[in-house]
């Protein structure tokens, strides 16, 4: 079974522009979460959808978006780049929502801003 | 703030040697989990716990979820080169129906 893939892995973007990443969640998992790792703050929670639907949402500006297609694929938008957005973008897939169901990683996407 | 405080934040150590991961808060979690992430790749789920007081073991690592379920631990034995990674804590907020990540530990076990 695959795992959890996000493409692009590696992304250098410049101060302004806006970002689009995407995540293919394990097939079967309906639940997709999105987290962003800093080596200042770690790893923080963006959100997360489920049913084409976003169920929960971290402390992050509105600058940060994203959905879920159909197919349970998502995608998350980042625009008016800043270099604090340097980070890694983690994607995670479970089966369903909650505690009760275990999170699967991507290897993430490096977004660089210059 | 982080609401999960890992220590240490480092570890170097050489091989065979014992070590424990802490990971505490103030905060009640329904459950506790532990993650080990390695360069360029997102966190592994080693084990989650549900029950305070639960004990787990997987090989040569024993993950204690403390009584009042706002605690954890990571034990180590004999720690070998294939251990060094990031170790990770997340707890699951009833409250905010959201996985709280720590601050992380860093393991560098030398051959």
């Known amino acids: 079974k695959a795992g959890v893939t996000q493409t692009p892995r590696y992304l250098i973007k410049t101060r302004g522009q806006q970002v689009t990443l995407s995540c293919s969640p394990i097939?079967?998992?309906?639940?997709v979460s999105w987290y962003q790792q800093t080596p200042g703050q770690g790893l923080q929670f963006l959100f997360e959808?489920?049913?084409?639907?976003?169920?929960n949402k971290g402390n992050f500006p509105g600058r940060f978006s994203g959905r879920q297609f159909s197919n349970s694929r998502s995608e998350m938008n980042v625009s008016t780049l800043e270099l604090g957005d340097s980070a890694l973008y983690l994607c995670?897939?479970?089966?369903?929502?909650?505690?009760?169901?275990?999170?699967?990683f991507g290897p993430g996407t490096r977004l660089t801003v210059t | 703030t982080q609401l999960l405080e890992q220590s240490p934040q480092f570890l170097s150590i050489q091989e065979g040697e014992n070590l424990t991961v802490y990971c505490n808060s103030s905060?009640?979690?329904?459950?506790l989990q532990w993650y080990r992430q390695e360069p360029g790749e997102g966190p592994v789920l080693l084990v989650t716990?549900?029950?305070?007081?639960e004990v787990k073991k997987l090989k040569r690592l024993t993950f204690q979820f403390g009584d009042a379920r706002k605690d954890s631990s990571l034990h180590i034995t004999a720690a070998q080169p294939g251990d060094t990674g990031l170790y990770l804590c997340?707890?699951?907020?009833?409250?905010?129906?959201?996985?709280?990540f720590g601050s992380g530990t860093r393991l560098l076990v030398r051959p």
């Open positions: 995670a897939s479970s089966l369903e929502p909650g505690a009760s169901y275990e999170q699967y």
């Open positions: 097939s079967g998992h309906r639940s």
């Open positions: 959808y489920f049913s084409e639907t976003q169920r």
């Open positions: 905060s009640v979690f329904s459950s």
């Open positions: 716990v549900v029950t305070g007081g």
């Open positions: 997340a707890g699951w907020m009833d409250s905010s129906y959201k996985l709280i």
